[in-house]
């Protein structure tokens, strides 16, 4: 089955960058949308972007000044970097394959907690 894992800091500085992981298994990376969402707490999702394994990138208009998605095709892994944090980023955030790229996530990872904060 396909599976996918965030992991990275829990902890991000006001200001500073936020870096995350997402590696996948059971499935290439080459051949999805591969998206990050995240989830304020007790607010809905807020799709941040996607890129796919050999196309496209597209980020959130809310964000993309400051979001940045890559994937290591060799290493079967996406990043995320979300740069100049606030506290309003502090969030959940998701790793997801979207199957016919535009929102359609058939895999989630579990998540992972982030905080901005000194």
């Known amino acids: 089955q396909v599976q996918l894992q965030e992991s990275g800091p829990g902890l991000v500085k006001p200001s500073q960058t936020l870096s995350l992981s997402c590696t996948v298994s059971?499935?290439?990376?080459?051949?999805?949308?591969w998206s990050w969402i995240r989830q304020v707490p007790g607010k809905g999702l807020e799709w941040i972007g996607y890129?796919?394994?050999?196309?496209?990138?597209y980020y959130s208009p809310s964000l993309e000044n400051r979001t940045f998605i890559s994937l290591d095709t060799s290493k079967n892994l996406s990043t995320l970097q979300l740069t100049s944090v606030t506290p309003e980023d502090t969030a959940v955030y998701f790793c997801?394959?979207?199957?016919?790229?535009?929102?359609?996530?058939?895999?989630w990872g579990q998540g992972t907690q982030v905080t901005v904060s000194e």
């Open positions: 890129k796919h394994g050999i196309g496209n990138t």
């Open positions: 997801a394959r979207d199957r016919e790229g535009w929102g359609s996530f058939d895999y």
């Open positions: 059971g499935a290439s990376i080459r051949s999805y949308w």
